[in-house]
């Protein structure tokens, strides 16, 4: 098991090694993801952040937090844009795309695309998957800066993502 520390609450979950990869699991809710080995730990930087992984052109971070009780699911895109105006870190954000889909598992969720600017001055393109269960709010965050090619890289570690 790993702890990371950051500004926040330490959160824990286990990681072990796969082919190509590195397979994050979460205890409450039970999910999983695979990302590269070539991602490395950084602190969290927000309540609820389970994950938080870069390299040097994306990153990957996964946050839990109790699942407000008016929240639909459809409007996981929106809210995702709203905390990013909210913060002192996005600028320009723009919700690109939002529709429905699955979990690896098939469980029911939401995946968007977002553009924004990091701290004013570099670009950011975010791809989102947004699962509500078992009162919990699940989001995945995977990020690409700069113009990097990281697109199918980022989608499969979104695709990845199975609750148990």
């Known amino acids: 098991m790993v702890t990371l520390t950051g500004k926040k609450k330490a959160r824990e979950g286990t990681y072990g090694e796969v082919e190509k990869g590195i397979v994050y699991s979460n205890k409450t809710p039970a999910f999983t993801v695979k990302y590269p080995k070539t991602y490395i730990p950084q602190p969290f930087l927000s309540d609820g952040e389970v994950l938080r992984e870069t390299m040097?052109?994306?990153s990957c971070v996964i946050q839990v937090i109790d699942l407000p009780e008016d929240a639909k699911l459809e409007d996981a895109g929106k809210t995702y844009v709203e905390g990013l105006k909210d913060s002192e870190i996005g600028t320009n954000v723009k919700l690109i795309s939002s529709e429905p889909t699955r979990?690896?598992?098939?469980?029911?969720?939401?995946?968007?695309?977002?553009?924004?600017?990091?701290q004013g001055n570099l670009p950011m393109t975010t791809l989102a998957i947004t699962v509500y269960k078992d009162k919990k709010a699940i989001t995945m965050g995977t990020h690409n800066w700069g113009g990097a090619g990281k697109k199918a890289e980022v989608k499969a570690i979104v695709d990845s993502l199975t609750f148990k």
Do not use: F, H, I
């Open 56 to 58: 040097r052109d994306a």
């Open 103 to 118: 979990a690896k598992d098939g469980t029911p969720a939401r995946l968007y695309t977002v553009t924004w600017m990091y």
